[in-house]
């Protein structure tokens, strides 16, 4: 169905981008909700928490969740994207006393991995086919309202579309290196290729803006969406020093700032934007007030 209003726009936005909750998210969300039932105190929140179950009860018991029929969420493959090349980043430039990405078959494997996941990531999100939701797909279907709400500068929106056009734009196998080696090496056997990660991010940095400037539009944004350091690296502790951890949490956290930079920075001229962002801060203020002496 054709996208008519902003509001739709907004509401397609939300619904392309929102991440689905697993099966055990979903029963652990169910209890907190009648957690919040039972507590209620007044009509209105009851009947607010009791439509939140049933709409939860009716997802879990519906055909389309049964089947696994409904897609990622565009958010969980935007961050994703952002903790995998973080985790890389951080390998990449700490060098460490045991090297176990040179000396074990494990950590060989996770590096190999590591990129396919990259690159398979990036291609969800430049996806063109109509049975596809991916971020490219989506800034085709609401862009123009993006532009008319004024969330987008019409440099930068013209620069998007020129990004993701899609035949001449940025990821295409002759202009993309993420997009040569997802397709002739991991979608099929046609070559052995290495990755150039600069040029790598180069292609998350657009990504990365243009979901930004969709999430801020059509939402709040997110809050606190990345993983804590001590998440990212549990369980390390005895293959790398202290003061390795320390550092590969520096540099993780190095990379997470470069993005959210990214967010906040207009494609067409690298300046800052003021504006709103996909990755929402809680801001406290407070005021001191001096003390007044009488006479």
Request: with cysteine; glycine share 6%.
């Amino acid at each position: 169905m054709a996208i008519r209003t902003s509001d739709e726009a907004k509401t397609r936005t939300v619904e392309a981008t929102s991440r689905r909750r697993s099966h055990d998210e979903s029963l652990k969300f169910l209890e907190d909700l009648r957690g919040y039932l039972a507590r209620a105190s007044d009509e209105e929140s009851r009947k607010t928490w009791q439509s939140q179950i049933d709409a939860l009860e009716s997802w879990l018991a519906s055909e389309q969740f049964l089947c696994g029929d409904y897609p990622q969420g565009i958010d969980e493959l935007v961050l994703e994207l952002i903790e995998w090349r973080a985790m890389q980043h951080a390998f990449q430039h700490v060098e460490t006393k045991r090297q176990p990405f040179l000396a074990n078959v494990f950590y060989q494997q996770w590096l190999i991995g590591s990129t396919y996941a990259v690159s398979s990531l990036l291609g969800k999100l430049v996806g063109k086919a109509p049975r596809e939701n991916s971020l490219r797909k989506l800034w085709w279907e609401v862009g123009k309202f993006v532009s008319r709400d004024g969330a987008c500068t019409k440099g930068e929106l013209k620069y998007i579309g020129e990004q993701l056009d899609r035949k001449g734009g940025k990821f295409t196998d002759d202009k993309s290196r993420a997009m040569l080696f997802r397709n002739t090496v991991i979608a099929h056997n046609q070559k052995s290729l290495s990755l150039a990660w600069d040029e790598i991010d180069k292609d998350i940095q657009i990504l990365v803006r243009v979901w930004s400037i969709l999430v801020s539009w059509s939402s709040y944004g997110i809050f606190a969406p990345f993983r804590t350091a001590d998440q990212a690296f549990g369980g390390l502790e005895h293959v790398f020093e202290n003061n390795e951890l320390v550092s590969l949490k520096a540099k993780r956290q190095e990379y997470i700032d470069l993005a959210v930079g990214w967010a906040r920075t207009y494609l067409h001229t690298g300046k800052r934007d003021h504006g709103r962002s996909a990755f929402s801060q809680i801001v406290v203020t407070s005021r001191v007030f001096s003390a007044r002496t009488g006479g």
